[in-house]
């Protein structure tokens, strides 16, 4: 049997060759499901009331929330993209209150938040994705 750090090593290997070939579409695809599976997985380490593993999950699920807001662009449609940070932000807030409270309601809600967007994110067709794309060009 190979065990979880095999399988942690494998998913880690599988994560850099999925964003090696990523166009940016699905690297924010890959950042989003990122996100979702830390908030799952912090939410299993608050009701064990592991502290350190659940700091140290939720600190990355932020970073991985920073990296999405890193990513907006402003040019393409100012509203929205202030929107979507704004979010973003709400989200850190709700981490954090998780996180002091050891509660996963809040964790609950972002997850929820994060599936909307993802969702939206999902969407978008390859035509548009490749209209982005010749606008950056």
């Given amino acids: 049997m190979y065990g979880n750090k095999g399988i942690q090593a494998y998913k880690k290997d ?10 940016p579409h699905r ?3 890959l950042l989003m499901q990122g996100v979702l599976e830390r908030l799952a997985i912090s939410k299993g380490f608050i009701e064990r009331k592991d502290m350190e593993s659940k700091s140290s999950t939720l600190t990355r699920t932020v970073e991985i929330i920073n990296a999405l807001r890193d990513s907006l662009e402003y040019d393409a449609n100012p509203e929205l993209v202030e929107n979507l940070d704004s979010l973003y932000l709400y989200m850190i807030d709700r981490i954090h209150q998780a996180s002091a409270e050891m509660r996963v309601e809040p964790l609950d809600e972002v997850m929820s938040l994060m599936l909307q967007i993802k969702g939206a994110w999902d969407q978008i067709s390859d035509i548009d994705k490749q209209q ?3 606008q950056e060009s």
């Fill in 14 to 23: 599988s994560l850099r060759s999925d964003l090696a070939s990523a166009d």
């Fill in 27 to 29: 690297v924010i695809q």
């Fill in 132 to 134: 982005a794309y010749a």
